[in-house]
């Protein structure tokens, strides 16, 4: 059960929804049949279900509760759950950063907010908890080309709030595999990039952070179609592992048993295939220096 004192509304929304459907099923009764007798589309019991609503109406909360004839302490907590959702915000719901969310941005600062364990791997561009503010910048200028520099200065901002989880109490426990190439990308130049790289040996540095560089000559890997997060949850028989991934048109979440358990087993392959720790550090110093060398020769 969450601790309602620190509980965010992500986490409400997905105890509430994960509760909710082990109850329907205890129940013996199908998606299909609820939203009959409730009248209601079936998205809405799906959203519901899955933790993908903004916000949980308490009467939805109660009138759930009635046809699946729970007990009144369970329905209370069900309630309070909802009512978290309602009247929390969390911190990038402010008005500084809401104008320049879309819906992935969203799904990923919520994850992170509520997860425990965050692994990760990618093969493009350094992971958004290890990024510097200038190589944010690049980042964003390229992506989001036309945008105002305002707009810029607050993407940058935000990321570098969502890092703050790195440093609660408890800490997120973040393991991190890249590809080699991000390492020899030149984002921003060679002075970025060596910044941007000592940044990533000074996070390995702390203990709730592991980094792993997948080099060249590991060859194929059945993770070469793209990169993806894997999310875990202190309460994990409550809230199972979940799966995020992003492309530049849109991002889904994966949460069905076989599809975690393909990318987890990939995460696993990628550590496998990636010197430890250490050598790791060599790689990205080895890299540091050529980034010095072009910067010499610039």
């Keep these: 059960m969450t601790d309602m004192q620190a509980a965010t509304p992500t986490m409400c929304r997905l105890q509430l929804g994960s509760e909710l459907r082990q109850i329907r099923l205890k129940a013996g009764l199908t998606s299909t049949q609820v939203v009959?007798?409730?009248?209601?589309?079936?998205?809405?019991?799906?959203?519901?279900?899955?933790?993908?609503?903004?916000?949980?109406?308490?009467?939805?909360i109660m009138a759930l509760c009635q046809i699946y004839q729970v007990d009144e302490e369970t329905a209370d907590q069900l309630k309070e759950y909802a009512a978290v959702t309602k009247t929390r915000r969390e911190w990038w719901q402010s008005t500084v950063f809401r104008p320049i969310l879309g819906p992935g941005a969203k799904a990923i600062l919520g994850l992170e907010s509520s997860a425990s364990v965050v692994h990760t791997y990618q093969s493009e561009y350094?992971?958004?908890?290890?990024?510097?503010?200038?190589?944010?910048?690049?980042?964003?200028?390229?992506?989001?080309?036309?945008?105002?520099?305002?707009?810029?200065?607050?993407?940058?901002?935000?990321?570098?709030?969502?890092?703050k989880?790195?440093?609660r109490e408890p800490p997120l426990k973040y393991v991190v595999v890249i590809s080699e190439a991000v390492l020899l990308r030149q984002v921003g130049g060679p002075s970025v990039m060596r910044a941007q790289l000592a940044r990533?040996?000074?996070?390995?540095?702390?203990?709730?952070?592991?980094?792993?560089?997948?080099?060249?000559?590991?060859?194929?890997?059945r993770s070469m179609n793209g990169a993806f997060t894997t999310f875990r949850f202190r309460d994990e028989t409550a809230l199972k592992p979940i799966v995020h991934l992003e492309h530049l048109a849109d991002h889904w979440v994966l949460r069905r048993e076989p599809d975690v358990e393909?990318?987890?087993?990939?995460?696993?392959?990628?550590?496998?295939?990636?010197?430890?720790p250490q050598?790791?550090?060599?790689?990205?110093?080895?890299?540091?220096?050529?980034?010095?060398?072009?910067?010499?020769h610039g």
């Design 36 to 60: 009959r007798k409730l009248l209601w589309s079936p998205s809405k019991l799906t959203r519901l279900e899955t933790g993908d609503n903004a916000t949980v109406e308490p009467s939805d």
């Design 126 to 163: 350094v992971p958004g908890l290890l990024q510097t503010p200038e190589y944010v910048r690049v980042l964003h200028q390229h992506a989001h080309g036309g945008r105002p520099d305002e707009d810029i200065d607050r993407m940058v901002e935000l990321r570098m709030t969502r890092q």
């Design 165 to 167: 989880a790195l440093r």
């Design 200 to 221: 990533i040996i000074k996070a390995a540095s702390e203990p709730n952070i592991k980094v792993q560089v997948v080099p060249f000559k590991a060859g194929v890997h």
């Design 262 to 276: 393909l990318y987890e087993d990939a995460f696993n392959d990628l550590q496998t295939l990636s010197p430890g």
């Design 279 to 296: 050598e790791s550090l060599s790689l990205i110093r080895k890299a540091m220096k050529e980034h010095e060398s072009d910067d010499n």
